[in-house]
């Protein structure tokens, strides 16, 4: 079960010296390797990519989210991306010869000892919710952190681990089990977020638009420019080409163009042959008999 | 040493039973994996890809050779594309722990064994050329299997092994180490080949086109089109989309379109990722960080 899971915490933090704090946790535990760390300025948070075996990667997770709690305060955090914990989310994801089933019981392990041990509330999410109505992180988020004391009050909304007392400082988690992602960022040639909004409304699956596509507009104030900010659910129902594309139509509607695309953190090598040859135009092309790394290993 | 040479021999056929001929013949040595058969009816050409240890792949390129030969019958073969031999060109390509001396040395037993056990006259090439016009195998093929009887007579056209005498239906071959190189055609919404050899011409380095790119222009009869064939010999130097974009370009002066690419036996994933990174736009994107197959393995 060697590097069978992949761990991707998302902390409310650009600041370099949290993030190798919480970096520093990850390095220490045996059997898990930190892979990658990517910080954004103006989201004012930052996402840290690690795999390793179950048990490293719970106590990686456990240990990260304790060092964010300690560093990170949200009564004072101003970012353009919207969050409600010091550890926002907490994502363990399957590769190679891990199941679902086996994130799921791990991430309920990694939520109780997150409670137990760091004092953040926690909501399980995607495969491991409780409810139909706490798969969807944004739906668990909407309010953010300074919403959140009001709304774990209500009956639907209280946590799944530590009742109905919010963090202070730290806030709240949402943890659980889900299938591998692409953060994927879409810079528009405006400042005005309200476009980026428009354009994100109207790709996201939520509006009507792509399957397995969440999309948000955001300001980049250290540019001066608007972003639509993705989460690709299931690259293989909606590939990456689709969605770039889909902003591309959408942001010609107001004389608005793409100046560039952000991949942040890791994405699988697959997502990326699938849009070389779609843009490439290659036909009858089958990357697992033709794409010579796929075959010097099996 | 397993897996550490590639073999990617070009039979001039593309009947099905002399293709599985071929590959059986692959297929009963130990040591040796076939990863790809592609077979194109208008090239009248066939492409056999296969990788294992040095001894398992000589061998198998000269159980190859043999079947070829005794099976294919130049003196009767019509094709598209420029042929000498009946196994017309076999490269051996270093993976990766070989190394380029290596695959020279290998070249060097092979051809010697192909001369002996197939009585068929052998040309080294590339990496393992004898003399600097021997290096470019278009070079070395220039007149053909019918021009082969005449050329060989030449002072400078002496094959490496076997002497001056052409094997009557089986041609001469040319051998040799080289880098790995990605077969790619691009079909164009014309049947006129002399247009796909002006493109053919404008983007290939030999007219001053693109560094590492070979093209030539091909009329395919059953699609009733026409077809830049190219190898690029280094996608590092120039990637998959710049030869596509060159090519686009060059046809848009003749008012023709690309109606669609080919990737003929196998690419290395890196070129596709390079294409999709360029396509999609992204920024900053480092390929050996970011795609988590790189990191899975290390």
Chains 1, 2 share one sequence.
């Not at 959140?148 to 963090?167: A, I, N, S, Y």
Request: net charge negative.
């Amino acid at each position: 079960m060697a590097n069978s899971i992949e761990c991707v915490p998302n902390i409310s933090s650009a600041d370099a010296a949290v993030v190798e704090a919480a970096a520093a946790q990850v390095r220490a535990v045996p059997g898990v390797t930190l892979l990658n760390t990517s910080s954004d300025l103006s989201h004012n948070r930052s996402v840290i990519t690690f795999v390793g075996d179950p048990v490293g990667v719970e106590e990686a997770a456990v240990r990260l989210a304790k060092a964010a709690a300690a560093r990170i305060d949200l009564t004072r955090h101003r970012g353009e991306h919207p969050r409600m914990g010091a550890v926002d989310v907490v994502p363990f994801v399957p590769i190679r010869e891990a199941t679902m089933a086996e994130c799921v019981a791990l991430s309920r392990r990694a939520a109780q000892r997150i409670w137990q041990e760091a004092g953040i509330p926690v909501f399980l999410y995607e495969a491991s919710a409780s409810a139909p109505n706490r798969k969807n992180l944004a739906d668990i988020r909407r309010g953010e952190f300074e919403g959140m004391f009001e709304k774990v009050l209500q009956p639907e909304w209280e946590p799944d681990f530590g009742g109905r007392t919010v963090h202070p400082t730290a806030g709240v988690v949402a943890v659980g089990a889900r299938a591998p992602l692409i953060a994927f960022n879409i810079n528009l040639s405006t400042p005005d977020v309200a476009i980026a909004n428009r354009i994100a409304r109207a790709v996201r699956e939520s509006g009507g638009g792509l399957p397995c596509v969440k999309a948000i507009g955001i300001y980049l104030s250290e540019r001066d420019a608007a972003q639509v900010s993705i989460n690709m659910t299931d690259y293989t129902r909606t590939p990456l080409h689709r969605a770039v594309e889909a902003v591309r139509a959408e942001a010609a509607k107001y004389d608005v163009g793409i100046v560039g695309t952000e991949i942040v953190g890791l994405a699988p090598m697959r997502a990326l042959i699938d849009s070389a040859a779609y843009y490439l135009n290659i036909a009858q092309f089958d990357p697992e008999e033709q794409v010579l790394e796929y075959r010097l290993d099996v």
